[in-house]
T-cell receptor
Framework: DAGITQSPRYKITETGRQVTLMCHQT?????MFWYRQDLGHGLRLIYY???????DKGEVPDGYVVSRSKTENFPLTLESATRSQTSVYFC???????????FGPGTRLTVT | AQSVTQLGSHVSVSEGALVLLRCNYS??????LFWYVQYPNQGLQLLLK??????LVKGINGFEAEFKKSETSFHLTKPSAHMSDAAEYFC?????????????FGSGTRLSIRP
């Protein structure tokens, strides 16, 4: 049972480049979430999805794009990476109505 | 709007001592409350949660938390700290009966254990 996985685990990219972070879950959970974790800010919600083809903005969506063509995948794309997007990114999923989220291991992204 | 405040970004206790991590929340509707733990280089794991019913909630690894509505608090405690408890702890809140399943996290408290 793989659960929820993220790839890559570590990524270094340059300012202005497009980067896609992948998230895959094997539980068929309805909801999926993307957070970024920065020192002093805890976790901040970037985007979330209630089901395939349904996405909505979170607290800090600017500079990010998401899609969800399949229930199990929820990729996050930085269209033109900036240094301020250097962070650790976590994907999570939950069953509808549960309010309990299950987290992936994270992707550490560095933008130079 | 909901919010969470964790008092103290860093707490240090001696092994065997009481652990107390403070969390206060703000919510206009009945909340669900959570504590998550994050070990180094890992994702977050659910430690315990309050939904309804008993206000004293027991979680994994000997941790517990008490929901105090009058104080809008949900402090996390453990009677005797162990070296393996060193981690980052996050308090979180969400709305009951919300279909959105969104959670608001506090800024985290790093727990260090002194030998």
């Amino acid at each position: 049972d793989a659960g929820i996985t993220q790839s890559p685990r570590y990524k270094i990219t340059e300012t202005g480049r497009q980067v896609t972070l992948m998230c895959h879950q094997t539980w068929s959970h309805s909801y999926m979430f993307w957070y970024r974790q920065d020192l002093g800010h805890g976790l901040r919600l970037i985007y979330y999805s209630a089901a395939a083809d349904i996405t909505d903005k979170g607290e800090v969506p600017d500079g990010y794009v998401v899609s969800r063509s399949k229930t199990e995948n929820f990729p996050l794309t930085l269209e033109s990476a900036t240094r301020s997007q250097t962070s650790v990114y976590f994907c999570a999923s939950s069953v509808r109505g549960s309010n309990e989220q299950y987290f992936g291991p994270g992707t550490r992204l560095t933008v130079t | 709007a909901q919010s969470v405040t964790q008092l103290g970004s860093h707490v240090s206790v001696s092994e065997g001592a009481l652990v107390l991590l403070r969390c206060n929340y703000s919510s206009s509707v009945p909340p669900y409350l959570f504590w998550y733990v994050q070990y180094p280089n890992q994702g977050l794991q659910l430690l315990l949660k309050y939904t309804t019913g008993a206000t004293l909630v027991k979680g994994i690894n000997g941790f517990e938390a008490e929901f105090k509505k009058s104080e809008t608090s949900f402090h996390l405690t453990k009677p005797s700290a162990h070296m393996s408890d060193a981690a980052e702890y996050f308090c979180a809140v969400s709305e009951q009966d919300s279909s959105a399943s969104k959670i608001i996290f506090g800024s985290g408290t790093r727990l260090s254990i002194r030998p």
